[in-house]
Nanobody, 120 residues
Framework: QVQLVESGGGLVQPGGSLRLSCAASGNIFRVNVMGWYRQAPGKQRELVASITSGGRTGYADSVKGRFTISRDNAKNTMYLQMNSLKPEDTAAYYC??????????????WGQGTQVTVSS
């Protein structure tokens, strides 16, 4: 009923930049909080950044000052601008969204994941 489609991952050198996108579509009345998670092989999935429908943001300490989360509510789309990338940023990045459908039922959805690799 609701789909989250991610794009923008790739291979970059340390110090480089990438911009991830996550577009929500389907039976949507309202998109509430959205966030970006990442998971490297053998490690726990961690919250990287989050943003509320009103634009309030939060970041993991490891990415503060380097990453910027934003959203376009008219397009139901969220972005993650990643600058000054480090090898330790290498992971699969997942979009997450808390969404109400037109019946006002709230569910959590995940994107398919997009790979970010930072290597020289």
């Amino acid at each position: 009923q609701v789909q989250l489609v991610e794009s923008g991952g790739g291979l970059v050198q340390p110090g480089g930049s990438l911009r991830l996108s996550c577009a929500a579509s389907g039976n949507i009345f309202r998109v509430n909080v959205m966030g970006w998670y990442r998971q490297a092989p053998g490690k726990q999935r961690e919250l990287v950044a989050s943003i509320t429908s009103g634009g309030r943001t939060g970041y993991a300490d490891s990415v503060k000052g380097r990453f910027t989360i934003s959203r376009d509510n008219a397009k139901n789309t969220m972005y993650l601008q990643m600058n000054s990338l480090k090898p330790e940023d290498t992971a699969a990045y997942y979009c997450n969204a808390d969404i109400e459908n037109i019946s006002r039922i709230k569910l959590v959805y995940w994107g398919q994941g997009t790979q970010v690799t930072v290597s020289s």
